[in-house]
Every structure is written in C-alpha cells, then in structure tokens.
T-cell receptor
C-alpha cells in the first residue's frame, strides 16, 4: 500500500471559485505528478516535479498551477474553476530507479465537479 | 505517433473463469511495459512490469506476457474472483531514465459476476 494521500476525495464547487487539491507522500520520493482522468479515458499528465522548487508542465494543456516547496507536498491549484475542469485528478510519486523499472505510486484521487 | 491500444474495452466474466486482456503499442523506443489495476474510485496499483528482454511475468493469479517484436502484451487472469472487478491499464514507457515518458491505454473494464 503506497503512502500517498489526496484531499479532498470529492469536491463540488461553483464556477469561478479558486480551489487547491492537496497531495502528500511520506515515502520521501523526489518525483511527483498530477494526472487528469476522465471516465473510460487514459490518464493525461498535467504537471510534474523532479524535486523541491522544480515544477514542469505536462502534456495536457491545463489552467492549473502547482508548487513544490517541500518534498512531501505537491498541491495543485485552479484559480478559477470551470465546468470543463470536472474530472478525476490523480497524484503520483516515484523515486529514481537504478534500473529502467521506476514505479509510480498513485493516490486515491480527487473527484471534482464544477457546477 | 506513440500510442497504446487496449482490448476489449469492457469484459464480463463469471467468477472462477479465466480471461485475457490485450495491449498493443506503437511506442518507440521501448523501455518497459506495466499493467496497472485500478479499482473504482481509487488510484492505479502496479501489477507487473516487463522490460524488453522479459516475455512473461507473474504476480499471483495475474500473468503478463510481452512480445516486443510484435509490440503486443497480454494480461491473463486465472480463476477470477469478485475482487478482480476493476479497470486494467496498460502503460508503456519510452525510456528508462528519469526523463522517461509514460503512455497510458484507456483500460479494460473487467466485471466479475458471482
């Protein structure tokens, strides 16, 4: 069982609100990721981080931002939520592997509904 | 274009039966292929990982195969249980370093009925 946590698990908010999705891991992993997943669709990488003070945009154009002030914490913020942001958001972390078998450990996800 | 295609999209089987899920990919260069299990409302959990030189890997009742020449993989589930009901996702990595990129399939939704 991976020690990676996400809060809230479910969130319903109105359009225009600012929200922050929390992600924490206690494994000391340097790399962390945010994915977006719609029902029946593949995961899309929206942000990732190699370590403290490192943040990079992923493949999916996103209106969200992330920060990495501490190794264990990687919050994702939506400044102004829109109905198009309705989705499941998955956080993951991994440690650099000595072989080509780096494993990503996923959190339980946050299901976001924007009305 | 690097892609990962899974089939079938969904599958219903009776408890105790076996099943096989398919994954075809066009990712190049290839580093490794993973199968993940994602329970409803949860994050994916890694089941198996195979590199180029491996053609089979087992994890309990789950057995994955890889044919790197034809770029195909399968996940065989033996003696299915109700708890096997989940989405099974095939993920291919194009590089082994920390710069590696992951390509996700859309998953096969498996339902096991009693």
């Amino acid at each position: 069982e991976a020690d990676i946590y996400q809060t809230p698990r479910y969130l319903v908010i109105g359009t225009g609100k600012k929200i922050t999705l929390e992600c924490s891991q206690t494994m000391g992993h340097d790399k962390m990721y945010w994915y977006q997943q719609d029902p029946g669709m593949e995961l899309h990488l929206i942000h990732y981080s190699y370590g403290v003070n490192s943040t990079e945009k992923g493949d999916l154009s996103s209106e969200s931002t992330v920060s990495r002030i501490r190794t264990e914490h990687f919050p994702l913020t939506l400044e102004s939520a829109r109905p198009s942001h309705t989705s499941q958001y998955l956080c993951a972390s991994s440690e650099p592997a000595t072989t080509n078998q780096e494993t990503q450990y996923f959190g339980p996800g946050t299901r976001l509904l924007v009305l | 274009k690097n892609q990962v295609e899974q089939s079938p999209q969904s599958l219903i089987i009776l408890e105790g039966k076996n099943c096989t899920l398919q994954c075809n990919y066009t990712v190049s260069p290839f580093s490794n292929l993973r199968w993940y299990k994602q329970d409803t409302g949860r994050g994916p959990v890694s089941l198996t990982i195979m590199t180029f030189s491996e053609n089979t890997k087992s994890n309990g009742r789950y057995t994955a195969t890889l044919d790197a020449d034809t770029k195909q993989s399968s996940l065989h589930i033996t003696a299915s249980q109700l708890s096997d009901s989940a989405s099974y996702i095939c993920v291919v990595s194009d590089r082994g370093s920390t710069l590696g990129r992951l390509y996700f399939g859309r998953g096969t939704q498996l339902t096991v009925w009693p």
